[in-house]
């Protein structure tokens, strides 16, 4: 029951039932929902809310539902999760369910990011009593450590010491609050060459803003340059020499621009509703592709089952066959026997041979003769070749053929 367990059906659970109920019906402890609803940012009913409902009283304010609200993260996730609805329980090994079709969109790429974008300049921004965002801090920590360990003549200078790097940070700094005001991750990687990145659900976005001289990277900018363009990275390759000429920043902009922020949002926006459709058509493919190869899969087993069973009922066939065979074989050898031993008495009988000694040949003889014929074989031993024959097996269809009684 845990599987698939989104924000909304979370929501409706716990405030159906009390919590150790749930937890018994679910088959987890009610620690666990606890952690979901933080995690998942769910309303849970708060300290005697139960008694009171089951006490009849007037709700009063505390003990009220309150609704389900979304930022914008959420509202995306939750989005984004209904377009795989036909894939959950889809399981392609049963191939009496039916392949799940990839969901039509109603909007494009661009519509969809404006929708969000206009959800995200709608949102108010959280009280920040002036402080640096986190990952702000940490560029601040890194430039620190240029500074201390580099001299005036050193590959790598700090970056945020001129009016520039204070503009570049003041604008990594109002970018992050609004993405972490629209329930965004926001993060920067420890060590050395700081990375930030933005996250949402399962998409995951380097981003990065510098001020780089025309045709220059940043960290490798001549002493005269003061024409500066300050630009805008999503996902950018790490290796900028290698890749340079080939990149062009998702944004280019001025000093003066008034609606960056919104501009970058939007940009961050298309860029996650692109990979989430690529996602969505790469995943809707992939089940086709699964059901095929189980389809493949079970053809591959249904011939190996006929090519097992056919080759049982030839080896059951010849094994009948023989069982005739050695049968009435042994019917005509053993009259054969028994007509040479009327010879060879009569032969004896003209020629006065010793009666002992044809005696005891006559008597090694029919031993032979009753052993091979079916006629002198006790019940048992009838019963027992009949039992042979496996007759309560079916035999396959190609035993009907011409060719089934050519060996009799």
């Known amino acids: 029951m845990t599987e698939h367990l989104t924000r909304e059906r979370l929501y409706e659970l716990v405030w159906a039932k009390p919590r150790t109920q749930l937890a018994r019906e679910m088959g987890v402890s009610d620690v666990w929902i606890g952690k979901q609803c933080r995690a998942m940012d769910v309303p849970m009913p ?15 304010a505390k003990y009220r539902k309150p609704p389900l609200t979304y930022n914008l993260a959420q509202r995306i996730e939750a989005e984004h999760a209904t377009a795989f609805e036909g894939l959950c329980g889809f399981v392609a090994t049963n191939l009496e369910q039916p392949v ?16 969000y974008a206009s959800i995200a300049q709608g949102l108010a921004a959280s009280k920040r009593r002036g402080e640096h965002h986190p990952i702000v801090l940490r560029l601040l920590a890194e430039d620190e450590r240029l500074a201390a360990e580099s001299s005036g003549n050193s590959w790598r200078q700090p970056l945020y ?23 965004f991750g926001v993060s920067a990687s420890r060590g050395h060459d700081v990375t930030l990145s933005v996250s949402c659900g399962a998409h995951h976005t380097r981003f990065e803003v510098v ?12 002493r005269g340059a003061t024409a500066l363009t300050f630009e805008f990275w999503l996902d950018r390759e790490r290796d900028h020499w290698r890749n340079r000429g080939r990149q062009t920043p998702s944004l280019a902009f001025e000093r003066s621009d008034k609606s960056l922020i919104d501009q970058m949002t939007r940009l961050l926006l298309a860029h996650w509703e692109k990979a989430f459709r690529a996602s969505v058509t790469w995943r809707f493919d992939h089940a086709a592709q699964e059901r ?23 080896a059951l066939l010849h094994r009948r066959q023989r069982l005739l065979v ?12 028994r007509a040479l ?34 006629r002198t074989w006790s019940g048992l031993e009838v019963r027992r070749w009949l039992e042979a024959f496996d007759l309560g097996l079916s035999l396959s269809t190609r035993e009907a053929g011409p060719s089934a009684g050519k060996d009799l």
């Open 100 to 115: 799940p079709q990839i969901p039509s969109l109603a909007e494009s790429v661009e519509e969809a990011a404006a929708r």
């Open 211 to 222: 001020a780089t001289p025309a045709g220059q990277d940043l960290n490798v900018r001549g």
């Open 326 to 337: 050695q049968a009435a074989a042994g019917l005509r050898r053993s009259d054969e026997l």
């Open 292 to 314: 095929g190869r189980a389809i493949r899969d079970a053809q591959q087993k249904a011939r190996q089952e006929r090519e097992r069973q056919d080759a049982e009922a030839r």
């Open 46 to 60: 708060p300290r005697g809310y139960w008694a009171n409902l089951a006490a009849g009283a007037k709700a009063r």
């Open 341 to 374: 031993v009327a010879a060879v008495e009569a032969s004896a009988s003209s020629n006065q041979l010793d009666t002992e000694l044809v005696g005891r040949w006559k008597q090694w003889v029919l031993e032979r003769a009753d052993l091979i014929d079916l």
């Open 161 to 183: 010491r001129g009016a520039d790097g204070l503009y570049v940070l003041r604008v990594v700094d109002e970018l992050a609050w609004h993405w972490t005001d629209c329930g």
